[in-house]
Structures are given as C-alpha cells and as structure tokens.
C-alpha cells in the first residue's frame, strides 16, 4: 500500500513541477473524471451480483433453482467478487482523488510563483525557443526568414505577445 499512496502523493508535485500548473489541472481533471465513473461502476456493478444473488435464493428463477442449485453456486462466487467491488474498491476511489486535489492546493503558492503562466519552469513568458536560445533565436519576433538581423535582434527583447 505504499507504492499507491506515494503515486498519488507524488504525481501532482512531480507533475506540476516539472511541467507546470498546466499539467496539474490537466491531471486533476482526469483522476476527477476516471475516478468518478471507476467507483460509479464498481460499486454498481458490486451491487449487482449482490442483488442477484438475493434474487435467486428469493425463488426468483422459479422452482429448483433457488439454493443449492447451480445458478445459486454461480451467484454466490459472483457475490464473493462483487462485495469487494461493492465495500472497498469503490469508495477508496474517494479517497484517491480527495488526496490528490489535496495536494495539489498545497502545492498551488508553489506552482503560482514558480509556473505563474501554467507553463514548465524551464519556459518563460516569451516561449521556451526564445528562453533557451536567447533573444536571437527563433520565435514570434525573429525575422521572416527567420533569420536574427539587427532589426530581428533589437525588437527579441520585448515580447511580441504575451499570453
């Protein structure tokens, strides 16, 4: 049970710091989304051959086939999946994504000061080309060949969009 919590633990603070707020809301959003319709679907589905199980030992299926019969052997190894499914798999899901949104507003000051545009530390606002080649490279404002002329140079400083 350690290598699943350290995973929800983990992924929004690696995440977010290696690839920016962006990447968290994005994360975020999935595990809200999958875990929603997963523990939606387990707990259903558990109730289900719990339900049939109840159904057949009620006389459901008619005469003979109640206890003891196959059908009813068959139910009660469905029973004995589907209580798991039904008890604990589904509303752990619960927990999964209340730790991982948890986390994720603790890190949030963090990820405001170090990711205040949503994109990874290593970009900046003017576009990681810019950033990691310098103000000639290319971008938004290098020249149309893209080439780095004088005029091309002299207007990299500035941005010419901001986001």
């Known amino acids: 049970m350690i290598y699943p919590a350290v995973l929800v633990l983990a992924s929004p603070i690696v995440g ?20 929603l319709i997963l523990a939606i679907a387990l707990s259903n589905s558990g109730g ?27 139910a009660v190894i469905g029973d004995t999946l589907g209580d798991p499914l039904k008890d604990t798999s589904g509303p752990s899901l619960n927990i999964f ?17 170090h990711s205040p545009h949503g994109a990874p530390f290593w970009q ?6 810019q950033y990691i080649l310098g103000p000639g490279g290319p971008g938004p404002d290098a020249g149309a060949s893209g080439s780095s002329d004088a005029a091309g140079a002299a207007g990299a400083s500035a941005p010419a969009f901001s986001l």
């Open 97 to 113: 994504v209340k730790l991982s949104a948890v986390t994720s507003l603790t890190l949030a000051p963090f990820l405001r000061t």
């Open 124 to 129: 900046s606002h003017k576009g990681s080309a």
């Open 48 to 74: 289900a051959y719990d339900n049939a199980k109840k159904f057949i030992e009620s006389g459901g299926l008619g005469q003979g086939l109640g206890k003891g019969s196959a059908p009813h052997k068959n």
């Open 16 to 35: 977010g710091m290696l690839f920016g707020s962006n990447f968290t809301c994005g994360l975020l959003m999935g595990i809200l989304i999958s875990g």
